[in-house]
C-alpha cells in the first residue's frame, strides 16, 4: 500500500501539473449521493468499496487521499480505522484517523497481511495465475509432452513426463499448459493470441541435447497431464492486491471478447477478455466505461433501419495485461453486460 499511494500521489502532482488540466481534474471528482461524513472501517471492506461510499468515481480516490505525516504508515489502512470526509479550498479530501489499539511498549510491526486490499479478489482468484495468454510463435516454440514414463498416455502429480523441445526460459521449474482458445480481434481478425490454462507444475531433471528431450517430474496438478501439453515458464507475476486506479486510456474498437468462466450473461466481479493489451497502452488499473450495442430498430415513419445511442453498462478495472489482449473485472454493473459491448475511457 505505501508504494500503492506514493505512486498515485506522485501520478497525481504531474496529472495536476498545470492551471488547465488541474480544473479539468477538480471537475471529474464528484461526491455520491447521500455520502457519509465518515465511515468505519469493518473487516471484508475495500478500497473499492469504502471509496464508492464518498465518491461517484471509486477509482479517483488517490486524487482526494491526504496523508497524514502525524499518522505511523497512513498508508496502509485497517479494520477500526475511521475514513472521514473534509473540504479543503473547495475540493474534497479523504483522511484517516487510527482506530482505537491498545498500546504496549514493544516492537513497531505492520501487519501486511490485515491491511485492507483495494478489490477483492475471491472472485478472480481462480484466473490470477492458471490462465495465460501468448503469441502463436511463442506457443510454436514451446516444447510439448510426448509421454509419460510407461507408455502413459496421461500423468497426475509425481509421475514422469517426457517432453520435446527447447525451454523458453532456461530454469529447471516450469508450468504444463493446455491450450483452451485463440482470440481473434472482431474488427480486423488479427490473431490476437491463444489462451492457455495450467494444468500442471514440474521439474525439468534431465535434457538429452542430441533428441531436444526433456525428463520433467509432476510436482502439482490441476488436471492429468496429457500428450500436446506445452511446457512454458509459469507466470511469476501475482495479480495483486493493490492497484494503481487510473481512467484507461482512449481506445479504437475496444471490446469485451470473452467471459473467464463461459457463462452468457455478464455482472458484478465477472472476470472478461478485452481484445486491447499493452500495445495499446493499457495498465494493470486502468478503469475503462462499459457500453452496451444500441438496438436496432424501424423507424415507423420512413421505415429505415436506425441503431438507436449505445448506453453506459457498467465498469471494469483491467488486472491482468497482455500484448495484445487483456483480462478485467467488472466492479459495477448496472445493465445486462455481453460479449461484445464496446469499452471506453470513463
Known sequence: ???????TLTAAVLLLGSPAQAEVR???????EGHPTEYVVVRGDTLWDISGRFLKSPW???DVWYVNPQIDNPHLIYPGDIIYLTWVDGQPRLSLKRGIRKLSPQARVTPLDQAI???SLKDIASFLNDN????????????????GKNERIIAG???RVYARGEPVENVSLQGIYRPAKAYNDPFTNELLGYELYRVADGRIMARDSDSQVLTMDLLETNEEVRVRDRVVPNDESRIQSVFYPSAGPQLANAVI??????VAKIGQFDAVTLNVGAREGVEVGNVLAIFNKGE?????VTEEMITLPSEKAGTLMVFKVFDKVSYGLVMRASNVISVGDSLKSP
Request: proline letters at 8%.
Open 257 to 262: 471478447m470473452d467471459v473467464l468462466g463461459g
Open 60 to 62: 479517483l480516490w488517490p
Open 117 to 119: 486490499p483495494a478489490i
Open 296 to 300: 436496432t430498430v424501424k423507424d415507423p
Open 132 to 147: 495465460i495468454v501468448l503469441d502463436q510463435d511463442l506457443l510454436e516454440r514451446a516444447p510439448y509432452v510426448i509421454g
Open 157 to 159: 502429480s509425481g509421475d
Open 26 to 32: 477538480k471537475d471529474r471528482i464528484e461526491l455520491a
Open 1 to 7: 500500500m505505501n508504494r500503492l499511494l506514493c505512486a
